[in-house]
Every structure is written in structure tokens, then in C-alpha cells.
């Protein structure tokens, strides 16, 4: 088996929620709660979840951005929450996050080739600036010529690749990628993910990739995590999740996605959820999703279930877990 190159321990990250005129702690929102995880080595851990459910927030824990209230963040082995500020400065380096908005997160007056060279002169990595970032440009399908270009001059798609140039330009391990084609057109997506599959191969990268969407990682992720109010519902190899998921959760995102073929697309059930994502400063007793969850029993009120093995690199949090026989009618 190898190496895990970044695990999570049981990580919790409040954000205190503030009123009154002394702004006084009065709760906190819960953004992720209790959540444990691993990626090893070249492989794609997709993230999925509702808006809200802590994905991102989970994701600037990771960068060391946000502050755990408790649990652990390992990267190769150590604990970034011990690191000082030299250890900081190389973890920076080493973890590189690609953003939603390609627009947003590009400075607007700067051309894409300065943007490019950023980090290469925050880290002095290299003499010859310009032609290492040219060198970048090539890589993720951008003419060098555009160099001078300004962000506003390209298309979304073209702006990604901009962002993606800069996240590879210091060579890191990680990559974090927060719904990095959720901004795009649909046919611009594949274009985007290829890329970034390609980019994994050439320079044996390792990706944790959020998306609101099962459809979209499908492909790209080797294993897949379902979050929900800051906890992870399941997770299991890509091939195990898509085919035999377990928690009801799980299954009403799946039935979400449209089939190719038509005839079974008429005849499978879609899985609607009642009622919205509870609040994340004041989510539900026992199991977080029994508000919503079609399965529900009163103990699912009460009790909180921990993350169970149902087989290998497949857990489930869940007192009623779907049967393999109840799911392959649903499919059907
Ligand atoms: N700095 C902050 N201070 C207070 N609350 C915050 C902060 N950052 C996030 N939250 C809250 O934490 C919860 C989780 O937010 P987060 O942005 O992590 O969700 P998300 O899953 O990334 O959502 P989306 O899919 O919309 O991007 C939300 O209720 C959000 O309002
Ligand atoms: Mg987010």
C-alpha cells in the first residue's frame, strides 16, 4: 500500500458566531465537524457535498489557512499544526489550491504571464523567470505569446488554465482543487478536468478535488468522500461508490445524475430530499442527516453512528446502510 501524503484526524473547525454590543460568543457554526480522511500518494480524493458543508473550509484547513478547533492535519507523516513559520513557508509551497472562479481569484490589471511568475519570484526558484512560465504556458494548453496579455482577454476555460499554470509553477505535492469547473460551460469542464488528468500523470501529482456534483469527478477522482454539515457520510473507492453506495445520502445524490440512456433514465427513481440543509450553528441530534434522510428510525435521532467498514477502503456512517440486494433494484 503506499504512503499517505496527507490525513486527516478527526478535524473540527468552528467559527464562533459573535452578538450583542460586547460581541459575545453566543455558538459556533459548525462548519466541519468531526471528519477524518486520507490521500495517499498520486491518487484523486473527490469531495462531494451540498453547498455548505464545510468543502471549502475543510479545503483552507488543508492550506493551513483555517485555524482547527481540534483534530489533526498530517502532511507526509507530520502534523502541520505543529510547524513553525520556516515549515510554514515550505508548505505553502508544497500545497497549491486551484479556485472556483478563475476571474476572481486572477488580479484583473496584471498580465497572465506576471501572474504565472508570482510564486516563481516569491520563491526565487528559478533565473529565468520568463522562460520557465512560458515553459508553464505550454504545459496547460496557453500560447506563450499571450504573456501579455490581461485575464479579461480569455475565455473561462482559458482563464482556468491560467490558474492551473500558477498552482504547478512551484511544483508542488498537493493540489486542492474547490469546484474548479463549476464556474464553467459544460463542455469546457471535460476540456479542464483532461487537463488536469494529464498534468497529474506528467508530474505525479496528488489532487483533492471538491465538486457539488458526483457527475463531474466520476472520472477524475480514485476514491470519493460525501460530506454533509461538516461530516463525511461515506467514502470508498471510485468503482465501489458508483456502483454499491451505501448511505441513503449517497444514493439520493447518484439518482440525481441524469442516465445516457434514455429508457432506463425513464424508468429509475429519482430520490427527492425534504426540507433544507439544517443550519451548521445548530445541526440536528444523533445522525446529521435524519431530518432529511427517506430511511430515518428513532434511533437516528438519538445516537450518533460512527464512519463503519463495510469493505475494503468503504465506510459508511449510517445505522441503516443500503443492502446490495435493495440496490440493485433500484438501479434497475
Ligand atoms: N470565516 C468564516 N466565519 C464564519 N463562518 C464561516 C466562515 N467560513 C465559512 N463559514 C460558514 O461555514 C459553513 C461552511 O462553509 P463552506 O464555505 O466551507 O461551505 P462549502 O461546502 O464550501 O459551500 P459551497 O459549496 O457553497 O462553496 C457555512 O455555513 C459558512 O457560512
Ligand atoms: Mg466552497
Redesign the pocket.
Known sequence: MSQNLLEIRNLAVH???KEGLFKKTTNY?K??NDLSLTVRKGETLGIV????????????AILGL?KPTSGDILFEGESILDYNPKQMHQLRRDIQMVF?DPFTSLNPRMPIGEIIAAPLKAYKTTVNVEQRVKELMELVGLKPEYYHRLPHEFSGGQRQRVGIARAIALEPKLIVC??PVSALDVSVQAQVINLLEDLQKELNLTYVF?A?DLSVIKHIADKVAV?YL?KVMETAERDSFYQSARHPYTNALLSAIPLPDPEKEKKRERIVLQGDLP???NPPTGCVFHTRCPKAQPICKEKLPRLEQMEEEHFVSCFFPIEEEQKRALNT
Open positions: 467559527f464562533p458566531i457554526v462548519a466541519v457535498g451540498e453547498s455548505g458543508c464545510g468543502k471549502s473550509t475543510l479545503a483552507r483555517n472556483q474547490d469546484e471538491i457539488h460530506m461538516g443550519s451548521p450553528a
